[in-house]
């Protein structure tokens, strides 16, 4: 970083994003792999640009951004097929099915895979296990149990076997294995294997392949007729799944952090950018965006005069659906929510708003059940009375078929700026403001 030498920041960035993937952290995985692409130029070998491409389409489909994964595949296949590179050709096909895999599409996955072992014959190279692995994925999902049970057993002998050895390549053999044996009917050798997939993920400590073990554990007591154990143990995986989404999330927020001190992004990484200021549950902006967006536009305010009006929103005792109801439930709100909210923000855009673009409006989630609406023009008495609509909008809307009996209203908190308001001072009149509304019995506006 301090002689800018690029290639070398690239092969980095690019080793983090396999480290952190190994690390069971998504979304630091992604962010490294989308840096490393953005610091190859020109110059750069198209060999070496097509792996970039490949560990980028494996760092998006892990966290569920299937399209945008095939588009990267794609990209690097044209690349390998113009240099004759039948190696990574290979590589980039398996990664390709494992996400069509995990994508729920078993028909493409075996059309990729049947590309990919044509690929391999004409080349004359033998598949790994690894590959072998996904083939045997792709048979289960196919309901081709048997073939998948003898498939990943030549797997496992040809790793066993084999110089180089991923750190998780034995313990996904092994959970691969399990279930083949278990949808056979092979309950006991399916236990053996998992019990093994299960030391060796503590000892390499392979969090998220592990949390996985435990959702095939529950099902192998399902086979058993162990309903009770099974039930446990799922609700425990669905635990420990929660908690490492919560790893990820922070894993996430302590890189973008780091990221911003970098170059500014490539158009490849552009919508990547754009899913750093969204919040990924409501798909509303987010704190990073208010943190970038409102300063400047209080600047633009204070040079013109122009009134600038914000609205904190705080739902009413959320707590109690999440505690009462469930979490999903809760998630459910929040969603509905930030769609009333968005559609307000919508219908208080001028009609020369497409011109406007020094003052946009916006709408942001900055905290679990508290939103920001941020009205550049506008005065306060505007802000309350379109505050006041939102209001009578949550509070009127049809809650029956998400949380039946249990109406949700909300408490908003109206502040505007003065000529020398910064974003702090201007967030706390708002604050002060929601909490009036809040102790004057709630589902009001305080202005």
């Known amino acids: ?31 490294h792999a989308v840096r490393a692409l953005e610091l190859l130029d020109d110059s750069t070998p198209p060999p070496v640009r097509a792996l970039h491409l490949i ?36 590589q980039l096909l398996n990664n390709l099915a494992y996400t069509e895999c995990d994508a729920g599409q078993p028909e493409r996955a075996w059309a990729v895979i049947e590309r990919m072992l044509a690929v ?63 949808l056979v009917g092979d309950l006991a050798a399916a236990q053996a294997a998992l019990d093994r997939c299960l030391r060796v993920c503590a000892e390499r400590g392979l969090t998220e392949i592990g949390v996985r073990v435990m959702k095939e554990q529950a099902a192998q007591h399902a086979a058993c007729g162990q309903f009770e154990r099974a039930y446990w143990l799922y609700v425990e995986f669905h635990a420990a799944a929660e908690d490492l989404i919560s790893v990820q999330g922070a894993a996430l927020a302590r890189t973008r952090q780091a990221m911003l001190e970098l170059a500014e992004a ?11 200021r969204r919040d990924s549950l409501t798909g509303l902006h987010n704190r990073r965006y208010v943190d970038e967006q409102l300063p400047l536009l209080l600047r633009h305010a204070a040079l013109t005069g122009a009134p600038l009006s914000v609205g904190l929103i705080d739902l009413d005792h959320f ?4 505690d009462t109801l469930s979490h999903d439930t809760g998630d459910q709100v929040l969603v509905a929510v930030a769609s009333l909210l968005a559609a307000a923000v919508a219908s208080s855009m001028p009609s020369d708003a497409l011109d406007d673009e020094a003052a946009p409006r916006f709408v942001a989630r900055i905290g679990g059940e508290e939103f920001l609406l941020v009205l550049p023009a506008t005065d306060l008495a505007e802000c309350a009375r379109r505050c006041e609509q939102i209001r009578v909008a949550v ?21 505007t700026a003065h ?13 002060e403001k929601l909490y009036a509304a809040k102790r004057a019995g709630r589902d009001q506006v305080v202005a």
Not at 6 to 30: G, N, Q, T
Not at 319 to 322: D, E, G, I, L
Not at 419 to 431: G, H, I, T, V
């Open 1 to 31: 970083a301090e002689v800018g030498h690029r290639p070398v920041l690239a092969r980095s960035h690019l080793l983090l994003s396999s480290a952190y993937h190994h690390l069971s952290e998504p979304a630091a995985c992604l962010e």
């Open 55 to 90: 560990k980028l389409g494996d760092a998006l489909g892990w966290l569920g951004s299937f399209d945008a994964a095939r588009q990267r595949y794609l990209s690097a296949e044209e690349i390998v097929v113009a240099v004759g590179d039948p190696s990574r050709h290979v």
């Open 120 to 182: 391999a014959s004409e080349s004359g190279l033998h598949p790994n296990a690894i590959v072998m692995d996904t083939v045997a994925r792709a048979q289960i999902e196919l309901g081709r149990y048997d073939d998948a049970v003898e498939t990943i057993g030549n797997a496992l002998t040809d790793y066993e076997s084999s110089a180089f050895k991923e750190a998780d390549g034995l313990p996904e053999l092994l959970l691969t294995l399990a279930e083949a044996q278990r």
């Open 266 to 276: 490539r158009q490849d990484a552009d919508r990547f950018r754009e899913q750093a």
């Open 319 to 322: 707590k109690r659906v999440n």
């Open 395 to 415: 509070r009127s809307h049809d809650w029956h078929p998400i949380t039946g009996d249990l109406r949700q209203t909300v408490s908003i908190g109206v502040a």
């Open 419 to 431: 000529p020398d308001s910064d974003q702090p001072a201007l967030l706390r009149n708002a604050d």
